[in-house]
């Protein structure tokens, strides 16, 4: 069974940061493009960070330019999105998303991290930013 789950939400002061994990299992994430995602309250699932099979391309909502950075291990078949200056807005549910790439290059609606294009989703993680 392909899964997905992730780790490492909280609540954290406005300028902290927190790192969240992603782990699969079932599968093995070498050949998959993975994703970051965030659903606030009253708004629509948005794509934060995206990255190729390969970790040669990444792509970063323009609201998290700089401050987060999206990152897999492969050995460990865990995905990670550390995230730096948090202020609230960022407050969201979190969510880590898979597609299958293998060998062919991303599709220009995957490259721009739109969420219909990914396959396997986790559950979430809550994200508050807050004083």
């Known amino acids: 069974q392909l899964q997905l789950v992730e780790s490492g939400g909280g609540l954290v002061q406005p300028g902290g940061s927190l790192r969240l994990s992603c782990a699969a299992s079932g599968f093995t994430l070498d050949y998959y493009a993975i994703g970051w995602f965030r659903q606030a309250p009253g708004k629509e699932r948005e794509g934060v960070s995206c990255?190729?099979?390969?970790?040669?391309?990444?792509n970063y909502a323009d609201s998290v330019k700089g401050r987060f950075t999206i990152s897999r291990d492969n050995a460990k078949n865990t995905v990670y999105l550390q995230m730096n200056s948090l202020k609230p807005e960022d407050t969201a549910v979190y969510y880590c998303?898979?597609?299958?790439?293998?060998?062919?290059?991303?599709?220009?609606?995957?490259?721009?991290?739109?969420?219909?294009?990914?396959?396997?989703w986790g559950q979430g993680t809550q994200v508050t930013v807050s004083s």
């Open positions: 998303a898979a597609l299958f790439q293998g060998g062919t290059a991303l599709t220009a609606a995957q490259a721009l991290c739109i969420a219909d294009e990914y396959d396997y």
């Open positions: 990255m190729s099979s390969s970790g040669g391309y990444t």
